[in-house]
């Protein structure tokens, strides 16, 4: 089965750039969507379909998706974005939903 | 804004059938997919499922054994029912709303649930 691939952790500055990848073969063909985790909340969807923003949610959060990698870019970064990111993408073949392990961003 | 709740025990024992339902409030069930997807402690999100609001399903290959789901459109709620639960199946579930716009291809999950910790322990 078809398997996303992120990296544990990521540690940014105040005030960085934050860059969060999903790796998965020719994942650039599949549209990504991105949820932002915090404890006792509802899990939101920060981008979906590759680069699309909710409203809602600042425009600090921006995704981009080619070839084998695709990333969620969370520029200026604040304290309050500290929080799991799961990325995300639908298995045509059986119709299924499929998350990668999460990465934990730490600030 | 639609909200979903979901509820049900939060200790269940072990062999035995956890029940769930999701209520949907601010918006219609009709016309729309709903999945439960699962967070065990310290780990990443499982998609579990989903139900149409016709009663159409489809399961995780890893679940489909256990899992069932049904939905009752005139209450607005829809339920997961998985048997015979280990201590594997302790996790935050959290129903959420499927969604897929026009021209798009793929799904993804617009509103969820807070989540419910459920415990598997005698």
């Known amino acids: 089965s078809y398997v996303l691939t992120q990296p544990p952790s990521v540690s940014v500055a105040p005030g960085e750039t934050a860059r969060i990848t999903c790796g998965g073969d020719n994942i650039g063909t599949k549209s990504v969507h991105w949820y932002q985790l915090k404890p006792g909340r509802a899990p939101v969807v920060v981008i979906y379909y590759n680069n699309d923003r909710p409203s809602g949610i600042p425009e600090r959060f921006s995704g981009s998706n080619s070839g084998h990698t695709a990333t969620l870019t969370i520029s200026r970064v604040e304290a309050g974005d500290e929080a799991d990111y799961f990325c995300q993408v639908w298995d045509s073949v059986g119709d299924h939903r499929l998350f990668g392990a999460g990465t934990k961003l730490t600030v | 804004q639609v909200q979903l709740q979901e509820s049900g025990p939060r200790l269940v024992k072990p062999s035995e059938t956890l029940s769930l339902t999701c209520t949907v409030s601010s918006g219609s069930i009709s016309t729309y997919y709903w999945s439960w997807i699962r967070q065990p402690p310290g780990k990443g999100l499982e998609w579990i499922g989903f139900?149409?609001?016709?009663?159409?399903?489809n399961y995780s290959p890893s679940l489909q054994n256990r899992v069932s789901l049904s939905i009752d459109p005139s209450k607005n709620q829809f339920s997961l029912k998985l048997t015979s639960v280990t201590a594997a199946d302790t996790a935050i579930y959290y129903c959420a709303r499927d969604r897929q716009w026009l021209g798009e291809e793929g799904w993804y999950f617009d509103y969820w649930g807070q989540g419910i910790l459920v415990t598997v322990s005698s």
């Open positions: 139900i149409y609001y016709n009663g159409g399903t």
